[in-house]
C-alpha cells in the first residue's frame, strides 16, 4: 500500500544470545537496521524492526530458521519537541485510528520517526495527511 | 482370617486351575465366535477353540494388544452385541481414536465383587464411609472404585477430583474411613491440611488406597505416618475392566491378582513365560468378561510373579511391585499419556510443528507437564496476540483430547533436538514418587 512500509517480525525465544544471533545475521548480509523494538510475553517475544532493505532481510532470516512475517506499518516524521507525539496520537485518535503499538527513534535531523501499526492503514495515511503530518516513504528510511 | 468371597479367595490351586480352563473354554468359544478379528486369527493361526484342552494350551493363542482395540474402534472388539451392554467407558487413545471398553451387566456385577473383594481385604467393612477422589468421568476409577465400595456396603462419597479443601472438610466432617486416590494426590491433600491448620493424623481416615500410578516404599511410610492410615497399593486397567485387577493385602507384600477372572502371564521379550521372581511383562486374559473378553492382552506393565504362598491364605498369585513399562506409556497425574497421542494432536495444527518435547516435573508433589513446541514460520503473523492464541489453542487441544492440564512453551524453529524414537521426546525430571 502506498504511504506504508514494510517492518519485519520475529518469533524469538526469551533466553540469552538470541538477539545477538539475529543481529549477526543481519550485519552479515550489510542490512542496516533502522529502528527496533521487542515485545515480550514470558517465554517467547517477537522482535520487531525497520530496515533498509527489508525483502532482503526477510528472505535472509527465513534462510536462517526464523519464522518470520512481514507487515505493513506507518512511518511518520515527527518533530523532535515537547508536543510531538501528541500531535500525531491526537490526529489518529480524533479520526478514530486505533494504535495497536508504536515505536520511535530519532535521527541525525531534528526529526524524529514514528513507526505506528494501526488497526486501519487506509485510514491513518488519510487522516494523517489531512493533518499535514509528513509519511515516510521507503526511499527515505534508507536515505536515513 | 475374614474374606469378602472366600471359597473363591481361599480355593485350592488344583480347583482353581480347573475353574479358570473351564471358564478359559468359554472366552476361547466367545471370542471365536463373535469377534471377528479373533476368528480371524485362530483360523491363521490353524486354531480351533477346542483346540484348548488345558491351561497349557493358552500358549499357542494368539496376543491382543492395545491397538487391536484401536484398529477396531469402537465396538469391534466386543462379543456381544452393543445393546447387551449397561455401560461404556473410554481412555484416551494413542493416535487419536479412544479405547472403548463396554461391560454387560453381569460384567458390572462382577466387577463390584472384585473391587468389594479388594477393599474387604485389607479391613474396609459395611458402614464405612468411603471418599473416592478419582475421576468420575469416562475413567473407570471413578464408577469402578464407587460401585465396588457400595457393593462391600459403604457409604461412598462421590468426591471426584479437585477442590482439596473441600475434599479435607468432607474426610473431616463425614467422618471418612477409607479414602481411594492417587498416591501423590493424597500427599498433596496432607500437605494442604498442614496449610489449613489441620493435623492429617487427626482425621478420621483409617486406610487410604492408592493407585493409577506407580509409588514407593518411602511413600507408604511417608503416607501412612502422616495420616496415620494402612496404605495399600491397587492395580487395574480399563481393558481389563478397570481398577480391582490386582491389590495388596495386609500382608503389604504384593498384589494378589484374581486368578478365578484372569489368567495371569509374565513373559520375557521373546514371549517365553519367566519363572517366579524373574521380571517380564505381565499378560492376562479375562474369564468372566462377557462384553469384552481379550484373549492374551499384553498390559506392557512390567512385573514379577512372586514365589511363596501368601500368608494370608488367598491363594491366587501375588504380582511385585511394578517396574515400569515394556512400551513408552507415560502415567501423568495418574492419566496414561503415550507420547504419540501429543504428536497425533499437534500434527493436526499447522500453526505449529510436529516437533515436540515434553518436560514432566514434579511440583508440590503432583506432576505438572510443559509440552514445548515450535512455532511454524508459515502460522508467524507478527503479532503477539496471535502467538498467545496458539498458546492457548494447543493447550485447550492437548486438555481436550487427554484430559490434562499442560503448560504449552512455543519455541524457536529448529530448536528441538531432532531424535529418533518417541520416547526422547520426554524429558522426565520426576523423583519416584
Redesign the interface.
Known sequence: MKGTIK?I?L???NKPG?LAKIAESLSKAKINIRAFTI?E?G????I?MVVDDPDRAYKNL?GQ???????EVIAVQMEDVPGGLFKIANTLGKGGVNI?YAYAFVTRSDLALLILRVDDNAKAIKVLKDAKINLVDVDAIVNI | MEYWQPEIETMPRKQLQELQLKRLKKSVNAVYKNVPLYRKRFDDAGLKPADVRSLDDLKKLPFTKKSDLRDTYPFGMFAVPLQQCNRLHASSGTSGKSTVVGYTKKDLETWADLMARCFYMVGVRPGDVFQNAANYGLFTGGLGIHAGAERLGCVAVPAGTGSTQKQIEMIRDFGVRVMHCTPSYALYIAETCKKMGIEPGTLPLRIGLFGAEPWSANTRVQLEKSFGIKAYDSYGLSEMMGPGVAFECTEQDGLHIWEDAFIVEVLDKNGEQCAPGEKGELVLTTLLKEALPLIRYRTGDITMIMKDECPCGRTSVRLNKFYGRADDMLIIRGLNVFPSQIEHILMDMPEVGEYFQVVLERVNHMDEMTVRVE???KA?????GD??KVTGKVTKKLKDSLNLRTKV???????LPRVEGKSKKVIDMRTAI
Open positions: 517492518q517480525s518469533f524469538a525465544e538470541r515485545a510475553a517465554d517467547f517475544g517477537v520487531r527465513q530458521g526464523f519464522a518470520v512475517s512481514e507487515t495497536d | 512455532m511454524s514460520d508467524f503473523s507478527g503479532e503477539l502467538l498467545q512453551v512455543l519455541v524457536e524453529k529448529g530448536s
